[in-house]
């Protein structure tokens, strides 16, 4: 029996790596890999759906790598932008769309998160009423840069989110 304690101790220490190991094959990490702004702007509904954002396993940023430099190139051929790169406009505007959103009558009564990605703006989460909806949407639109808004929004909590999900 004395001898219990350690053999436990190296089985132990040899089966960690492979229940890890198989744990991160169920669901490989995923992370921010571009730096999209992407943050929350009100949390006033509980049991709000989070979303996913703009978080990436290995893989799924190595399919986005082409079509980001497409999409951020074109923006620029299309004399839609002074810069090259669409996705460079992101981190200026991300304050300043906070700041417009914050500005709108009734936003902390929802909860929402904002994604920006090479000039459009994502408003996801869940709001208390359709027209506040429309006055987020207006207010991040009204904004210099913005060439879209992309309003992932639901009224309530209930139901299924058009947007992808944290934690799927």
């Known amino acids: 029996m004395k001898h219990a304690a350690p053999v436990l101790a190296l089985l132990c220490a040899v089966a960690a790596p492979h229940a890890a190991s198989a744990q991160d094959a169920a669901s490989p990490a995923k992370q921010n890999w571009f730096d999209d702004p992407f943050?929350?702007?009100?949390?006033?509904l509980?049991?709000?759906p989070e979303p996913e954002g703009p978080f990436?396993?290995?893989?799924?940023?190595?399919?986005?790598?082409?079509?980001?430099?497409?999409?951020?190139?074109?923006?620029?051929l299309a004399g839609k932008c002074s810069d090259s790169n669409?996705?460079?406009?992101?981190?200026?505007?991300?304050?300043?769309?906070?700041?417009?959103?914050?500005?709108?009558?009734?936003?902390?009564?929802?909860?929402?998160?904002?994604m920006v990605q090479r000039r459009w703006v994502y408003l996801q989460g869940c709001v208390p009423s359709s027209a506040l909806a429309r006055q987020l949407e207006r207010a991040a639109r009204a904004l210099p840069?913005?060439?879209?808004?992309?309003?992932?929004?639901?009224?309530?909590?209930?139901?299924?989110?058009?947007?992808?999900?944290a934690g799927r």
């Open 39 to 44: 943050f929350r702007v009100s949390a006033g």
């Open 46 to 48: 509980p049991g709000c």
């Open 56 to 76: 990436y396993t290995a893989e799924e940023r190595r399919i986005q790598i082409h079509s980001r430099l497409e999409r951020g190139t074109s923006c620029w």
């Open 86 to 114: 669409a996705y460079r406009y992101d981190k200026p505007l991300a304050p300043k769309v906070r700041a417009a959103l914050e500005a709108v009558p009734g936003l902390r009564r929802g909860s929402v998160w904002v």
């Open 145 to 165: 840069d913005v060439e879209a808004v992309v309003p992932d929004l639901m009224v309530g909590t209930r139901g299924k989110p058009p947007y992808p999900v």
